[in-house]
T-cell receptor, first 117, second 114 residues
Framework: AQTVTQSQPEMSVQEAETVTLSCTYD???????LFWYKQPPSRQMILVIR??????QNATENRFSVNFQKAAKSFSLKISDSQLGDAAMYFC??????????????FGKGTKLTVNP | NAGVTQTPKFQVLKTGQSMTLQCAQD?????MSWYRQDPGMGLRLIHY???????DQGEVPNGYNVSRSTTEDFPLRLLSAAPSQTSVYFC?????????????FGPGTRLTVL
């Protein structure tokens, strides 16, 4: 079974600084997808960024980027120019590719990010 | 579009009671799922469905039933509530193909079982 591990239960960063959240996963599959979701205090789950395993190029979305190391099964999230609104729980998630349709999403336990003014 | 809606937002049950958490989506998504979120445990998959009439178990299915009679609705039934089922429950949906499609989450239901 696939597992996702986030080794940092909590992280903090100064406003305007850069922070990196770690995620590793275990799978025997070669085709899969990786996601980072953000959950602010409102509890709403929000997709931050996603990566297709067959793409070597790291995904970027404005101030958010990933460092995808397929051989090491590592998928870290970098947040640049941190803002107070970035404070939230961040979840790393894995989804296996399945012929003809979607597979279930497996989540890590999350990292709580605090942004200090 | 309302997206993914869940009712109720909050619920308190007594041990042994049964209830149904409602989930509906208006995006014509094939894939729907239920998660529970507990402190320190992240989101764990309870049940999921890849289309109307098709459901399957996730990581923690015991004590829960689901059915998918329409594309829009995916209710979660607690058969006999236990304190261990105190949690926040999220419903989510996504397009079935391709697999990198974003899952859209409902606002969650906070359930307390006394």
């Amino acid at each position: 079974a696939q597992t996702v591990t986030q080794s940092q239960p909590e992280m903090s960063v100064q406003e305007a600084e850069t922070v990196t959240l770690s995620c590793t996963y275990d799978t025997s599959e070669s085709d899969y997808y990786l996601f980072w979701y953000k959950q602010p205090p409102s509890r709403q789950m929000i997709l931050v960024i996603r990566q297709e395993a067959y793409k070597q190029q790291n995904a970027t979305e404005n101030r958010f980027s990933v460092n995808f190391q397929k051989a090491a099964k590592s998928f870290s999230l970098k947040i640049s120019d941190s803002q107070l609104g970035d404070a939230a729980m961040y979840f790393c998630a894995y989804r296996r590719w399945r012929q003809g349709g979607s597979e279930k999403l497996v989540f890590g336990k999350g990292t709580k990010l605090t942004v200090n003014p | 579009n309302a997206g993914v809606t869940q009712t109720p937002k909050f619920q308190v049950l007594k041990t042994g009671q049964s209830m149904t958490l409602q989930c509906a989506q208006d995006m014509n998504h094939e894939y729907m799922s239920w998660y529970r979120q507990d402190p320190g445990m992240g989101l764990r998959l309870i049940h999921y469905s890849v289309g109307a009439g098709i459901t399957d178990q996730g990581e923690v299915p015991n004590g829960y039933n689901v059915s998918r009679s329409t594309t829009e609705d995916f209710p979660l039934r607690l058969l006999s509530a236990a304190p261990s089922q105190t949690s926040v429950y999220f419903c989510a949906s996504s397009r079935g193909v391709p697999s990198y499609n974003e899952q859209f989450f409902g606002p969650g239901t906070r359930l307390t079982v006394l």
